[in-house]
């Protein structure tokens, strides 16, 4: 078997003769694992080691490293590895890539496999310069026509910098490959069948790249099926709530039959220097959850950071959530590894308003985007409050069945439970398209329904029909004041002209903003950002203000800290540089990235997008406040799944709304926040528990909450019902009667139309007891 200059004293495993390697020759070894080791050292400048062949553009060997250097896309450059054993092209290729030079954050740099013909077509991990952007790393194939079909995409969790040098690898097997950076998975794909063997090579493109500690060894194992490549859609409980919360099963259960999607695991280093897990070691554990569960790590002992990154790249663990009371630690991994999704756990302090403001800064400081609180802490109006700030609420149940649904009415997106089966049961209890809680709803430039665009009067009509959020857009004007404006020119939405960032706040205030939606808003003014703040400071609503302008964050944020409402604002654009910037300058801050994309055609295919994306928001610390067009049942479930809230827009008609709804629809941004203000939020029933004699009867009068800002309670129509009726009761209308000893639960239930659907309200059970 051939290894190319290889620098070093080599042991034949049958002679152990040492061979003496002469300058720009080859080695034959009776290695069988080996195919080609190079470290470049010892060969000239200006040549390239024996059999490599440069096949385009410039490459060669300077100060001890391949270097490829291309001035444009349109000249690569090329150096092939001929194999005259390349294991039938299952091996693994490895090797050290450093950018020296770049024409563009665009402009990448590969290591080619399976090359046919010593030239083309063959298969490459093609990385970017600008790696962190969604197709900064490729699977790629170029073809026998010479040309690309780029398969697989995905980002790396930073940009490659320039003269640091990463370790690239890829694992070939048929027609199974995995890609890896560092050590860390970050493409798999069974997408090359077409060309099961062939040479290697390296390529830069619009680039100059070093190459160094090229190693190919050949692989016989056997990688595992695409199916169990990370992205993972567990299947949980069947149920008939509406968006109902995710179950993770307690570190005390042992079970993986249960349908639940997480795993909890408390994480520490035992006395042999090992990481333990639930008392089992945690590669063990993480190996037994893989392709089944979602890995939960609960950390509170400081310095095993690192430990915990190589145990993850061990086994290729690419999807997992770290939590601790220490948002330190979690800072600490995220630091490692920022695709890992945060979450703090809340260990004591107060749940006043100021006790609220400060979990909200800790979470989203921290670059998480959950809290786990105990039962016992919990309220819907704590629920609501996190949630309209972006704050996904996890909950850990007590043991009943009680309790299982006390967490599901509290509106907690994730129930932590040691007794699954009892939410397994719980969730078979609800009638269909039973709404829990309302969704929260952004009210998109107040409410263009009935009013005119971004004006005061239209917010304030947002604000009196109970939205949730007012939704904003903020633009500078030519003199530098923030002003309320969608598009780039006034046109559309005032009687003026021009654009915005051409025109005074002066002009910008003459124009009237009322007057083309119906003469009688005439007069109406665009408002500053600064009005707008003022409107609603110290109210119970929150503001989502989207950046239209580059280079204006940092004045918005003096505009909002003057007004003291930090704690009152959310963050969005679809210019993710802009949020980047956001997150520097106040961490503290809920942000969100807006996008629109294609909705892939295959489960598999949705469930992966699903997951890059996830990983994408999780990576810039952002939620993904996708265009409802984008997002589709796998993608909200998989964003439920790991306690990722969103927002999503923007929804104009009802079929869209009721579909999306119904599909587990978080945060709907609409020009209609009518269509959701006649819908009662939650409904409560006055007693929890009724102890009553056979022959008797109980008649139960609940009243829903109408609004998640006031505190209004009112009697509404209800009927009960029983799910699992033992024999112990019959119930007629609002009447429970009493029929032999024994035990049910009993429902509330109220019924009313939204969106031309008929939607059902329920109560938390009555516990029965019929003596």
Not at 72 to 83: C, D, H, I, K, S
Not at 658 to 683: A, R
């Amino acid at each position: 078997m051939k290894t190319h200059s290889m620098r070093q004293l080599v042991l034949t495993s049958a002679l152990a003769l040492s061979l003496v390697i002469p300058q720009g020759t080859s080695m034959v070894t009776a290695n069988n694992d080996v195919i080609v080791s190079e470290n470049f050292d010892g060969i000239q400048n200006g040549t390239l080691p024996n059999d490599w062949k440069v096949v385009e553009g410039t490459g060669e060997v300077q100060d001890g490293k391949l270097v490829l250097q291309s001035a444009a896309t349109n000249r690569p450059a090329r150096v092939v590895v001929p194999l005259s054993d390349d294991n039938n092209g299952n091996y693994v290729f490895e090797a050290d890539m450093t950018f020296v030079s770049a024409v563009e954050d665009t402009r990448w740099a590969s290591i080619m496999y399976r090359v046919q013909n010593e030239n083309y077509p063959y298969y490459q991990f093609a990385v970017r310069r600008g790696t962190s952007a969604l197709n900064g790393m490729e699977f790629a194939e170029r073809t026998e026509k010479n040309a690309w079909n780029v398969t697989e995409t995905n980002f790396y969790k930073e940009n490659f910098q320039y003269n640091k040098s990463y370790r690239l690898k890829v694992i070939a097997s048929k027609n199974r490959v995995q890609q890896f950076v560092n050590g860390e998975l970050v493409v798999d794909t069974a997408g090359a069948s077409k060309w099961q063997n062939g040479d290697i090579g390296f390529q830069a493109v619009g680039s100059t790249v070093q190459y160094d500690n090229v190693k190919l060894t050949s692989f016989t194992g056997e990688l595992p099926p695409v199916e169990n490549s990370g992205a993972l859609l567990p299947t949980e409980a069947p149920t008939d709530i509406i968006n109902p919360p995710t179950l993770i099963s307690g570190t005390k259960v042992t079970s993986l039959q249960h349908a639940t999607a997480s795993a909890m695991l408390k994480v520490d280093r035992g006395t042999d220097g090992n990481l333990y897990a639930n008392g089992k070691r945690l590669i063990d554990q993480l190996n037994q959850l893989k392709n089944k569960k979602i890995p939960v790590l609960h950390i509170e002992q400081a310095g095993i950071e690192e430990s915990i990154i190589e145990a993850l790249n061990e086994t290729q663990t690419t999807d997992v959530q770290v939590i601790s009371t220490d948002a330190e630690i979690v800072k600490a991994i995220k630091s490692l590894n920022p695709k890992i999704r945060g979450g703090l756990v809340y260990e004591r302090g107060p749940l006043n308003e100021r006790g609220l403001q400060q979990i909200v800064e800790k979470v989203h400081d921290s670059g998480s985007k959950m809290v786990l609180f105990p039962q016992k802490k919990l309220s819907p109006d704590v629920v609501y409050y996190l949630h309209n700030r972006m704050v996904s609420v996890w909950g850990v149940s007590d043991d009943k069945l009680a309790d299982q649904h006390e967490l599901i009415h509290l509106g907690v997106d994730g129930l932590v439970t040691n007794q699954p089966g009892l939410a397994e049961k719980a969730f078979t209890q609800y009638p269909e398209n039973t709404i829990i809680q309302r969704p929260i709803v952004s009210a998109h430039r107040g409410v263009p329904s009935s009013a005119p665009e971004n004006t005061m009067v239209g917010y304030q009509m947002a604000f009196d029909l109970g939205a949730d959020q007012i939704e904003t857009d903020v633009q500078r004007t030519k003199d530098g004041q923030l002003v309320i404006m969608h598009d780039n020119t006034v046109d559309r939405t005032t009687n003026g002209t021009g654009a915005v960032d051409q025109l005074t706040l002066a002009k910008i205030r003459e124009l009237d903003a009322g007057i083309k939606y119906d003469p009688k808003y005439a007069g109406e003014k665009v408002p500053t950002f600064k009005e707008f703040l003022q409107a609603f400071k110290g109210k119970d609503i929150v503001l989502l203000v989207e950046l239209k302008d580059h280079d204006i964050e940092q004045q918005v944020i003096d505009e909002i800290q003057a007004e003291g409402m930090m704690d009152q604002v959310v963050m969005q654009s679809f210019y993710l540089d802009s949020m980047q910037v956001m997150n520097e300058i106040a961490p503290q801050l809920p942000i969100g990235y807006l996008f629109s994309a294609a909705v892939p055609s295959s489960y598999e295919a949705k469930v992966k997008n699903a997951k890059k994306m996830v990983d994408y928001g999780t990576l810039n610390d952002v939620t993904l406040n996708a265009s409802y067009g984008t997002v589709y049942e796998e993608f909200i479930t998989y964003m439920r799944q790991r306690g990722v809230m969103s927002m999503h827009w923007t929804f104009r008609s009802e079929e869209p709304f009721v579909d999306k709804l119904k599909q587990g629809l978080i945060g709907p941004i609409t020009d209609y926040s009518q269509w959701l203000s006649e819908s009662p939020v939650y409904l409560e029933s006055p007693v929890k528990k009724l102890n009553i004699k056979a022959g008797k009867t109980h008649t139960v009068r609940a009243k829903a909450k109408l609004s998640y800002r006031l505190d209004n309670r009112e009697r509404i129509d209800t009927v009960l019902y029983v799910k699992d009726n033992t024999g112990a009761v019959r119930v007629e209308g609002n009447t429970i009667q009493a029929v032999a000893p024994g035990n049910a639960q009993v429902f509330v239930k109220h019924t009313f139309e939204m969106l031309g659907e008929e939607w059902s309200l329920v109560s938390e059970p009555i516990e029965v007891t019929v003596k």
